[in-house]
T-cell receptor, first 117, second 114 residues
Framework: AQKITQTQPGMFVQEKEAVTLDCTYD???????LFWYKQPSSGEMIFLIY????DQQNATEGRYSLNFQKARKSANLVISASQLGDSAMYFC??????????????WGAGTKLIIKP | NAGVTQTPKFQVLKTGQSMTLQCAQD?????MSWYRQDPGMGLRLIHY???????DQGEVPNGYNVSRSTTEDFPLRLLSAAPSQTSVYFC?????????????FGPGTRLTVT
């Protein structure tokens, strides 16, 4: 079974609109962490935001926020006021177990986001 | 800091050739890993290391070898290249500390095997 599922292969969004990128995960471990990375057309992987399974509040980093719904096992990335520079591939990834015992990340297949002017 | 560096950026190999992809980081990170990225798929872990002298296999280790003689360097060796190894390869490192251990990525190596 897929551990990380990103159901939107591609999305078109008008500039300045908010966009939500979906990510669902599957784990039986009570301790885990969820990451979002951005990959622009230039190819580098850029860390955006992190949510720990025991974090009480949803993570926010500037225009990025994470809509974490633990019972539904979803960790959607929300980008507010989208910009042309947000056009990129976006990947959701999960680390299972305590952070000190497991460094490995499991990755989703990604969502290609295109911002229209 | 240069961060994570990878060489070469592009490489074309013939089937059966061997080569080493270089990865270095100057952040004194304990954890380093190699991933491959194929179209339509997320990154898949090839090998990883939690410190000098310690390496382990990831999800797709066949056809690849690694070693970690220093904290800074983590080369990936292709023993006998096959067309199925055509991919983009990323090296990443992580600091063992803080709360989240986010991984820092190199710019990638695009490998084509003909």
């Amino acid at each position: 079974a897929q551990k990380i599922t990103q159901t939107q292969p591609g999305m078109f969004v008008q500039e300045k609109e908010a966009v939500t990128l979906d990510c669902t995960y599957d784990t039986s471990d009570p301790s885990y962490g969820l990451f979002w990375y951005k990959q622009p057309s230039s190819g580098e992987m850029i860390f955006l935001i992190y949510q720990g399974s025991y974090d009480q509040q949803n993570a926010t980093e500037g225009r990025y926020s994470l809509n974490f719904q633990k019972a539904r096992k979803s960790a959607n990335l929300v980008i507010s006021a989208s910009q042309l520079g947000d056009s990129a591939m976006y990947f959701c990834a999960m680390r299972e177990g305590w952070v000190d015992s497991n460094y490995q990340l499991i990755w989703g297949a990604g969502t290609k986001l295109i911002i229209k002017p | 800091n240069a961060g994570v560096t990878q060489t070469p950026k592009f490489q074309v190999l013939k089937t059966g050739q061997s080569m080493t992809l270089q990865c270095a980081q100057d952040m004194n990170h304990e954890y380093m890993s190699w991933y491959r990225q194929d179209p339509g798929m997320g990154l898949r872990l090839i090998h990883y290391s939690v410190g000098a002298g310690i390496t382990d296999q990831g999800e797709v280790p066949n056809g690849y070898n690694v070693s970690r003689s220093t904290t800074e360097d983590f080369p990936l060796r292709l023993l006998s290249a096959a067309p199925s190894q055509t991919s983009v390869y990323f090296c990443a490192s992580s600091y063992r500390g803080g709360r989240i251990y986010e991984q820092y990525f190199g710019p990638g190596t695009r490998l084509t095997v003909t």
